[in-house]
């Protein structure tokens, strides 16, 4: 059920699906220019699979959304009655506002860091920010816990040092829910600002200050605006998959805090409405749809997702 | 924009730069008059980017100072400098128009509105680009780019314009062409100059003053015929243009000069302080090397066969194979080469006491 909502916690599957849908695209226009039946053949098992897990699904879910439990489009008029779903359609939006702030501010200042180090030491950043991309979201949400809980090393230690009397509410809430998902995004929001930063030609910054900018205005006025497509890129990225949270949310928030995908997991699994879930459901593959063909106008999607420029 | 200010004296003193164990410049220390135009002259890995990016301020000097007009500006951070530069490649800023990158130095040091537009305008003009200034550098061609580097180098009039092999990037007959603009817009403005490349031929043609430099040395500095016709060292002769290196050994000191000998031939050299018994390399230019007709003779000649031969539009370059001197390389005017020259053919070749230099033997490579 879970892959209905567009999760990236079901591990790397989401990323390199997306990946091979976008360097698909090109090719697949080129064999029909050309004619070539032969390039079909090729593509074929790719296109199978395609539909099988993972379009037809998706229009399951969008046909029980209007068909349940009677025909029409009753469960959709619930988004503008029903408080429980507005709430977890705000909590979302919000979260995922405020994650994307976060993850795109630390993302930023590490790419910057990345993008201006040495080769070998931007071998090692690289190996730093991927890695946690390895390591399963469930033991970084547990770690979290353990880190931020009453009795956790950062209550210990604060209360140790004498900082605070009483231990900080730092989980089974929103606060701990963003810190999860920063820490999953941040590694997201690094690569596509990097990616547009190693294109900037570090001897722009040099002729900046050569011409009379100090560090600061050269920053401002030649590398943030050389790195913006880049940041839209990355913020868009974030801001999608931090929609989907699922894992994450459900730990870090004790089940205090409604995101939407654990909202459709109780509609669907505890009070066995699907035509509500699934309703919810379409509408996050709807808005994220709608994001990405907005964005698509103001950027383009291949160079964000590094298919050849 | 007319002279007004004056240019401004630069003077390295002692100036290093290290890597670690890598020593980029060793101990460079010369002086840039008002108004002058200087060339760093080197091969790749000379060090001349090093001191060019030292007298800008990307580089920190290991050791040694960096002076205008006397004031140490050695540790002074490169916005406070004051100093115009051209980047290797340009260094344009793509997301701008070429107004806007002309205005951005005028810009960053809070011009107001009307007065950088008026600047922008004029310097727009003095490089006639005033029909792109709307245009993305992406939009213009090399040598257009080039000159909207230079317009944004000097529409702040810097205290000296540095320029960063501004030619390199174009095709040879654009460089031509962008060699006698550069060299009009010098004249024009007054302004203290200093490029870096490894193109001799820019750089002679440039320049009042060129600077040699190899492995990080400063080999030798002055006027370019200077350099051409009195090369101190080996490298210098072999770097500004082709030369003859012609090995030989101090028979007989003269007042002003010597009798040299080359296995079997004499030769008789002009020169300072020889000492009988020592060995000395001379450097000869081709073009210095004539072909003597029948009667005609010399201080110094030579009988040789010619072992080569290739035909140049404006002349004949002849590898003429001698007894003692081994190949020399001769360079015949096509108005004076009676017969096109041929493989095979004796030729006698002569030259004057005072046609070759003796240079110091510093080939290391």
Known sequence: ?309 | MNGAVPGHALTLERLTKRYGGFTAVVDASLTVEQGQFLTLLGPSGSGKTTILMMIAGFVAPSEGRILLDGRDITVLPPEKREFGMVFQGYALFPHMTVAENIAFPLRVRGLARADRDARVRATLDLVQLTQFAERRPTQLSGGQQQRVALARALVFDPALLLLDEPLSALDKKLRAELQEELKTLHRRIGRTFVNVTHDQEEAMSLSDRVAILNHGKLVQMGGPVELYERPRTRFVADFLGKSNMISARVAEARQGGAVLTAGGTRLVQAMDGARAGEAVLLSLRPERITVLTAGETAENVVDGRIASAAFLGAGHSVTVETADLGRLRVTIPTWQASVAPEEGVPLRLGWSADAAAPVADDEDA
Do not use: C
């Not at chain 1, 909502?5 to 090109?26: I, K, L, N, Y």
């Not at chain 1, 870090?252 to 066995?272: C, H, N």
């Open chain 1, 1 to 309: 059920m879970r892959e209905r909502v567009r999760s990236p916690e079901g591990g790397g599957g989401e990323a390199t699906e997306h990946r091979r849908r976008e360097s698909a695209a090109p090719s697949s226009k080129a064999a029909r220019a050309s004619g070539n039946a032969g390039w079909w053949m090729l593509i074929l098992p790719a296109f199978l699979l395609m539909t099988g897990f993972y379009i037809a699904p998706i229009l399951q879910v969008l046909a029980i959304s209007v068909t349940e439990p009677t025909v029409g489009l009753d469960n959709y008029e619930r988004l503008l009655t029903n408080a429980g779903v507005q709430r977890a359609i705000v909590t979302t939006l919000r979260i995922g506002i405020i994650t994307t702030a976060i993850a795109l501010f630390l993302g930023y200042a590490l790419s910057y860091v990345i993008a201006l180090a040495s080769p070998r030491a931007q071998r090692w950043w690289l190996l730093g920010v991927l890695v946690p991309l390895w390591i399963s979201v469930l033991v970084r949400a547990f770690a979290w816990v353990t880190l931020l809980r009453r009795q956790g090393l950062v209550n210990e230690g604060l209360r140790s040092l004498g900082a605070i009397d009483a231990p900080l509410e730092l989980v089974w809430n929103e606060f701990g829910i963003v810190v999860g998902m920063v820490h999953y995004m941040v590694p997201y929001a690094v690569l596509p600002m990097l990616a547009s930063m190693r294109e900037i030609d570090p001897r722009l910054l040099a002729a900046a200050r050569g011409l009379g900018a100090s560090r600061f205005t050269a920053f401002s006025r030649i590398f943030l605006p050389l790195s913006t497509p880049g940041l839209i890129a990355a913020g868009v990225l974030v801001f999608i998959f931090s929609l989907g949270f699922y894992i994450t949310p459900a730990i870090l928030g004790g089940g205090k805090t409604l995101m939407a995908a654990e909202w459709i997991k109780i509609q669907i699994l505890d009070i066995v409405r699907w035509g509500m879930g699934t309703m919810l459901a379409t509408v996050l593959v709807v808005a994220i749809l709608v994001t990405l063909a907005i964005f698509s106008r103001v950027v383009n999607l291949k160079r964000v997702f590094g298919a050849g420029a």
